[in-house]
């Protein structure tokens, strides 16, 4: 079994998602008392959003890049970036380690075409909404990507920075994420992308019409899978 390396702490609300995820879907595979080899570094998450807000991606990237390093001198043998929003830095974090990094978006993206999605709704933080990662992504696949409407967007954006991230999941936010999702699908979403790991911790296949893809279990899932490989 190869060693996974998670730079996580972004939030460690997620991170806690990520490991249990890890160590479950190992056990499912190989049996009896298995769980994952990891290394994980966690951040202090009020450091980075600070470094969101200000727009310093760059400050940003050569954090979670030095990080990385760290981890592979740990003993990584393959690294993932456990947060959609800080993919943003994702070439900064990919060209500073020689081992293999699992891209989150990628991995969605194949699996979204897979689905035979065509128009993809996308929840997540402001700067994933807005941002160019999951636009690439599925555009390599022919792909649209559907943002919420502002309104919309900016109820998502608070209720992951003002609860989720702090623990709090509320039927409240539950029931507002069911009615953004369901005006994504009414403009001709036939998916929504749950671009924030905090949000699986909210949402799930019960809550919408059209396929939810989880993207912290799918990066889980190709993470096992790498590390499992011959």
Excluded: K
């Excluded at 991170?15 to 994980?40: D, F, K, M, P, Q």
């Excluded at 919309?152 to 039927?171: C, K, N, P």
């Excluded at 403009?187 to 992308?193: L, Y």
Aim: charged share 20%.
């Amino acid at each position: 079994m190869r060693t996974i390396g998670l730079l996580g702490g972004m939030s460690w609300e997620s991170s806690a998602e990520y490991y249990r995820l890890l160590n479950e879907l190992v056990r499912e595979r190989l049996g009896g008392t298995h769980s994952a080899r990891c290394v994980i570094w966690s951040a202090d998450f009020a450091e980075i959003e600070a470094l969101q807000e200000a727009g310093d991606w760059d400050a940003a990237g050569a954090l979670l890049a030095g990080a990385a390093r760290g981890l592979e001198g740990a003993g990584a043998e393959l690294l993932l970036l456990g947060t959609n929003t800080m993919h943003r830095v994702a070439p900064q974090v990919r060209a500073a380690v020689g081992i293999p990094f699992l891209h989150l978006g990628e991995v969605t993206a194949a699996a979204v075409a897979a689905a035979g999605v065509r128009r993809a709704g996308l929840l997540g933080t402001a700067y994933t909404m807005s941002g160019p990662l999951y636009p690439e992504a599925l555009g390599a696949h022919g792909i649209e990507v559907l943002a919420p409407e502002p309104g919309d967007a900016a109820l998502v954006h608070r209720v992951i920075y003002d609860e989720l991230v702090r623990g709090v999941v509320s039927d409240a936010a539950r029931a507002a994420y069911r009615e953004v999702i369901a005006r994504l699908e009414a403009r001709g979403a036939d998916g929504v992308i749950l671009g924030c790991t905090e949000i699986e911790l909210l949402v799930g296949p019960g809550d919408a019409r059209v396929p939810l893809f989880a993207t912290t279990r799918l990066h889980c899932e190709a993470a096992v899978d790498a590390a499992l490989a011959p």
